[in-house]
T-cell receptor
Framework: DGGITQSPKYLFRKEGQNVTLSCEQNLNHDAMYWYRQDPGQGLRLIYYSQIVNDFQKGDIAEGYSVSREKKESFPLTVTSAQKNPTAFYLC????????????FGSGTRLTVV | SQQGEEDPQALSIQEGENATMNCSYK?????LQWYRQNSGRGLVHLILIRSNEREKHSGRLRVTLDTSKKSSSLLITASRAADTASYFC????????????FGQGTRLTINP
């Protein structure tokens, strides 16, 4: 079955550590997205990529980095520069940018310990 | 900044009743989409309505779009306990970067 896989489901980070969240899709979608969701809140866009080897900052990119070396993969690194990283992170993809529904992964819950 | 704003923030109704949620947005759009999120899960795409459409149906879902008022509504008819979830609208700006901007969501509770 086609879909998006996010791993791990739960992740714990120590202060000052970088951590990488995985997002893999087998839908042959061109566009991929990372969103952050805080409790009781909507989604805020971190980064997005419309094509391989290209990505753009979203509304809250500071303290995060991404890469898009393969069409199927769009990993997100939460760096030590992100001062409040505890949140629910959602990865999504769409067939192409604009005009299509997104398919979401099941999310990664990141907690700073 | 949030493009879509849902209203109400929370809604609690009895099973079998209809649920209506509203969404307002600020700029011109290409399309507007509605998503459902069960607690602690990813979002599921429900329906997409384009800026030149006024109404769309999918099963028990009915979505309307009024571009003159920059608003949309999602109606769920004959609600079921399984409809309990958060519902989000998302907009794709016209001539803007092609990415969805989500509202804060409406938390819907269906009481048995």
């Amino acid at each position: 079955d086609g879909g998006i896989t996010q791993s791990p489901k739960y992740l714990f980070r120590k202060e000052g550590q970088n951590v990488t969240l995985s997002c893999e899709q087998n839908l042959n979608h061109d566009a991929m997205y990372w969103y952050r969701q805080d409790p009781g809140q909507g989604l805020r866009l971190i980064y997005y990529s419309q094509i391989v080897n290209d990505f753009q900052k979203g509304d809250i990119a500071e303290g995060y980095s991404v890469s898009r070396e393969k069409k199927e993969s769009f990993p997100l690194t939460v760096t030590s520069a992100q001062k409040n990283p505890t949140a629910f992170y959602l990865c999504a993809s769409s067939i192409s940018p604009g005009g299509y529904g997104y398919t979401f992964g099941s999310g990664t819950r990141l907690t700073v310990v | 900044s949030q493009q879509g704003e849902e209203d109400p923030q929370a809604l609690s109704i009895q099973e079998g009743e209809n649920a209506t949620m509203n969404c307002s947005y600020k700029t011109s759009i290409n399309n507007l989409q509605w998503y459902r999120q069960n607690s602690g899960r990813g979002l599921v795409h429900l329906i997409l309505i384009r800026s030149n459409e006024r109404e769309k149906h999918s099963g028990r879902l009915r979505v309307t779009l009024d571009t003159s008022k920059k608003s949309s509504s999602l109606l769920i008819t004959a609600s079921r306990a399984a409809d309990t979830a958060s519902y989000f609208c998302a907009t794709d700006k016209f001539q803007g970067a092609q990415k969805l901007v989500f509202g804060q969501g409406t938390r819907l509770t269906i009481n048995p």
